[in-house]
């Protein structure tokens, strides 16, 4: 091993006309390319390569890679890395911090995301991009196939790096169609945070998730009960840059006052009758992480006192300590009350509202996304047969076009456990009405819809279904229904059926 030192004057001329050959590009791709060339012909490495984060900060997209003196194919070089089992690559995006091996052990570090060689890669640089809000937006990295000390190259990369980027949303704001196939992804779809739903409503809160993914922000989810606060905040956490440390739930209402302020701060041995020794509060627990607290609107004045520290200042005093000491904690609550409301009555702190309410993310109602109801009636049915060990339930179109228009008060917590309920009773193979017991007081249809309108409500749920499943292929959709594509056509245009509803 040795180390790779240029001559200090040499190297500041080069890295001068990097820069001044970034400036001039005019292109994305001609841009990315000078920055991996600059970077791996500056460390005197045979590899580098640039990743730039998606939308939803949830994948790597390779956009260009200098290897052996030329500079590879974007068909070649811009094909997704998922990196969550990147441990390199999600270290340095996590963590943002620069990662330099001088000795790259390919039994202890998984380097897939190398181009493979016969000669193995023995030294890496990595560093973490940021873009003009200091928010992590990428990769740059060398790789050599000689042992060398990289780490003196990580500072002015870095700049030459964060320069590039900088220059690159420039070009995108003047190109917008030449670089959003680089540096943009499509608006997130139901997969890309675990949860299921591409209604309109549902696509308006992946939006706003993807805002907060990498950002210190406190986030406030409300909605009604059963809408699925608790599935957003993991989603936060888990395609989050903390994604790497602890989540835990806390439920502000299930504990007394007493018990809660001990369970969230912790407390030292004799602060009370029975404190036999000292306990770790949940906030010491999440240092790092995230702690969710469910139901915030019913926790306690006094706590909120306590709380309003800790999101201001990032200390923690447990209960029999008279000293204070600083936690790394990021807070996603949750309500289903109306915060608002109770501030006014008094019940809630004015300040604390404010200070969890920078980021409010209102997560709908079932009713308001009732397209959405088929794909989750049947991926609970698929996930009740499979703990059963049961083959999968057909569904009658009667069930679905019930469920469709059943108002569902209890949001997705209800439809879940009627599908549940209903899979359980199902002996023939096929779900049918008469499996689900629904209460006749929220069928919404019976005052507000008429026959034609209940049945077209039905017909584009099941086309909107079958749209989907076939990734909008209208011949493959038709063809599935059982009808001509003209007829299919029709009926889209005839119910309202547009692009963007598929």
Not at 116 to 128: D, G, K, Q
Not at 214 to 242: D, F, S, Y
Not at 303 to 326: A, F, N
Not at 452 to 459: C, K, N, T
Request: aromatic share 6%; charged share 25%; glycine share 8%.
């Amino acid at each position: 091993m040795f180390r790779c030192v240029p001559h200090p004057l040499r190297y500041a001329e080069a890295l001068l006309q990097r820069f001044a050959g970034l400036s001039h590009a005019l292109s994305a791709e001609v841009l990315l390319g000078k920055l991996v060339e600059s970077a791996a012909e500056l460390a005197g490495c045979e590899l580098s390569q640039l990743f730039l984060l998606d939308a939803t900060h949830t994948r790597l997209t390779l956009c260009a890679e200098w290897l052996d003196g030329l500079l590879q194919p974007r068909e070649a070089a811009s094909l997704p890395s998922d990196y969550d089992g990147e441990q390199l690559l999600q270290y340095c995006l996590c963590q943002n911090r620069v990662l330099s091996l001088a000795a790259l052990d390919r039994a202890l570090h998984e380097t897939t995301f190398l181009p493979p060689r016969t000669e193995p890669w023995r030294s890496l640089l990595c560093m973490p991009l940021l873009d003009e809000r200091a928010s992590v937006c990428g990769l740059l990295l060398c790789a050599s196939l000689r042992g060398v000390e990289l780490q003196g190259f990580a500072d002015s990369l870095g700049n030459l790096g964060a320069f590039a980027v900088t220059q690159l949303h420039l070009l995108q704001r003047l190109r917008a169609p030449e670089v959003a196939a680089l540096a943009q992804a499509p608006a997130p779809c139901a997969s890309g945070y675990g949860l299921i739903g591409e209604s309109p409503r549902m696509r308006a809160v992946y939006r706003l998730i993807g805002k907060v993914l990498h950002g210190p922000v406190n986030v406030l989810l409300t909605g009604e009960t059963g809408t699925g606060k608790e599935l957003v905040a993991r989603a936060i956490h888990q395609c989050g840059m903390r994604r790497s440390r602890a989540f835990l739930v806390q439920n502000c209402a299930s504990l007394p006052e007493s018990l809660l302020e001990s369970e969230l701060f912790g407390y030292r041995k004799g602060a009370f009758t029975g404190a036999d020794r000292d306990r770790q509060g949940l906030f010491d627990a999440a240092d790092g992480g995230t702690l969710f607290l469910d139901e915030i609107g019913d926790m306690p004045l006094a706590l909120q006192g306590k709380l309003l520290r800790v999101l201001q200042e990032g200390e923690v005093r447990p209960l029999g300590s008279t000293k204070t000491h600083r936690v790394d904690v990021r807070i996603v609550a949750a309500t289903h009350r109306d915060l608002r409301a109770r501030v006014e009555a008094g019940s809630f702190r004015e300040d604390l509202f404010y200070r969890l309410s920078h980021f409010p993310i209102e997560l709908p109602a079932l009713r308001d996304r009732a397209d959405d109801i088929p794909r989750l009636a049947r991926h609970f049915a698929d996930n009740a047969s499979h703990l059963l060990q049961r083959d999968a339930c057909r569904w009658s179109a009667a069930a679905l076009s019930q469920l469709s228009t059943y108002a569902f008060p209890g949001n997705v917590r209800e439809l879940k456990g009627l599908v549940e309920r209903a899979v359980l009773l199902c002996e023939g193979g096929e779900l049918l009405p008469e499996h689900f017991d629904l209460r006749q007081e929220h069928i919404a249809s019976g005052e507000t819809l008429n026959l034609r309108e209940r049945l077209e409500q039905i017909e584009r749920g099941l086309l909107l279904e079958c749209l989907r499943k076939n990734r909008g292929n209208q011949t493959q959709a038709a063809r599935e229904l059982g009808l001509p594509r003209r007829t299919l056509l029709y009926r889209m245009g005839r119910l309202n059926i547009g692009a963007a509803d598929v």
